[in-house]
């Protein structure tokens, strides 16, 4: 109201300096009469006009403040993404199949790419890091030599997309890998001193996330990413986490019993050894967070766990608290459910709303397998039960979305661009 008024009061200035303009002297039309008598006359016509223009003004004023009012609460960056996996290797190879997928994927209106460049125990691109740590015996390149990673953000970027490199790793390599044989003393351990777990990527090993020399591995190569490539994020998923049976260690056993002056919990479920572990692990991604923004403050810091019961009780993963930290710029909590009602009910927990109060939030939801696909009926009613709730959505994974499905490659194209009819193009970090 105050803003009207003054606004009101400033459109008459510039209407009593026009009229002082015209008649600014009072002593000549005292002098001549007939003059003076035009003048008034010529007031009493051009004032009506000037008090309307006013009025006008105040009255735009008024549908303005409306819009003004939008822009300040505007809904927050809709997330359409997909995961392009080691699956998608093929595809991210050859640079006129990444034109055609990024041209594809822009029609239909998605917006963010989630590219793999942390698999196995090794890097998806040239990286110093992993040279010079002895683990990658090999530079994944394109078919004519190129790089891959920068070639999928060129193109990217050209139709608008965002291109957030997907850590999919974390703290897991497989026991063949020369991450694992090269530094032994990295990994970590079960009460029993077996060092393995099933994954869905088969038999795995565990680096140690409370060791400094592991901590600076994976921060180096992400600082590495990061400033190497043009990207407009970075994303951790499930596996930034410890499966809660490991942490029997030497070296994490006596750090737990240097700082706390007990010896680990026989019990690896105990609730104060397991809140030792998920804090240390918290405490690292507060770090790894003001490192990346250190180089690139607005970079988007995105996290794709599991549900936060399931995260923090088996994998000591405790995102909820990276948001309450302001460490997560954007959450995909990962949902892969057949059944559509415990789709929806996992899209009800109360951490994600908490989310969707201060960033970006969706669910991961399964586009399908190469041995068990995904019907378009099944994605299409979890998309809009998403949408319903105000959550956006990502893909696992690129090839599953047409190619390796149930119905033909344009009954899919068409079912996808039935639930995103409209552009939502995410703004670029500068």
């Known amino acids: 109201m105050k803003w009207r008024v003054w606004l009101a009061n400033a459109s008459f200035k510039p209407m009593k300096l026009i009229l002082k303009l015209i008649f600014p002297f009072q002593a000549w039309q005292r002098r001549h009469a007939a003059a003076a008598t035009f003048i008034q006359t010529l007031r009493k016509r051009i004032f009506p006009i000037l008090v309307l223009i006013s009025c006008i003004t105040v009255l735009l004023v008024d549908n303005f403040t409306p819009a003004i009012a939008q822009i300040a609460q505007l809904p927050r960056e809709e997330i359409r993404g997909v995961w392009m996996t080691n699956n998608d290797i093929d595809i991210l190879k050859e640079r006129s199949k990444v034109r055609e997928a990024v041209s594809q994927l822009r029609r239909l209106n998605f917006n963010t790419i989630y590219p793999v460049v942390w698999n196995s125990g090794y890097v998806m691109y040239p990286s110093a890091v992993a040279k010079r740590t002895g683990i990658q015996p090999f530079v994944l390149r394109g078919s004519d030599g190129h790089d891959i990673l920068a070639d999928l953000i060129n193109q990217a970027h050209r139709h608008g997309l965002l291109v957030i490199p997907w850590f999919e790793f974390g703290f897991m390599a497989p026991p063949t890998s020369e991450l694992v044989m090269e530094h032994p003393n990295w990994l970590t351990q079960k009460r029993d001193g077996s060092q393995t777990s099933a994954s869905a990527a088969g038999e795995v090993m565990w680096l140690n996330p409370f060791h400094p020399e592991v901590q600076q591995f994976i921060t180096s190569l992400v600082l590495e990413n990061i400033t190497q490539y043009d990207v407009d994020g970075i994303q951790f998923d499930d596996h930034m986490s410890l499966p809660y049976e490991f942490g029997y260690d030497p070296y994490t056993v006596a750090l737990y019993t240097k700082e706390t002056k007990n010896n680990p919990p026989a019990n690896p479920q105990d609730q104060a050894w397991m809140r030792w572990r998920a804090d240390k692990i918290t405490a690292f991604m507060v770090q790894l967070n003001q490192a990346v923004k250190a180089q690139k403050s607005r970079l988007i810091f995105s996290v794709s766990p599991n549900y936060y019961d399931f995260a923090y ?118």
Do not use: C, H
């Open 313 to 430: 009780k088996f994998q000591l993963q405790d995102w909820l608290n990276w948001i309450r930290l302001n460490i997560v710029d954007e959450l995909i909590v990962q949902i892969y459910r057949p059944n559509l009602q415990g789709f929806i009910s996992n899209l009800s927990r109360q951490e994600i709303q908490e989310a969707q109060k201060s960033i970006p939030t969706g669910v991961g939801i399964m586009a399908g397998l190469r041995n068990n696909t995904a019907p378009m009926q099944q994605i299409q009613s979890q998309v809009r039960a998403a949408q319903e709730r105000g959550l956006g959505v990502a893909f696992f994974y690129y090839e599953s979305l047409w190619e390796s499905a149930p119905e033909a490659v344009a009954e899919r194209q068409a079912g996808f661009q039935a639930l995103f009819r409209a552009p939502a193009l995410r703004a670029r970090v500068e």
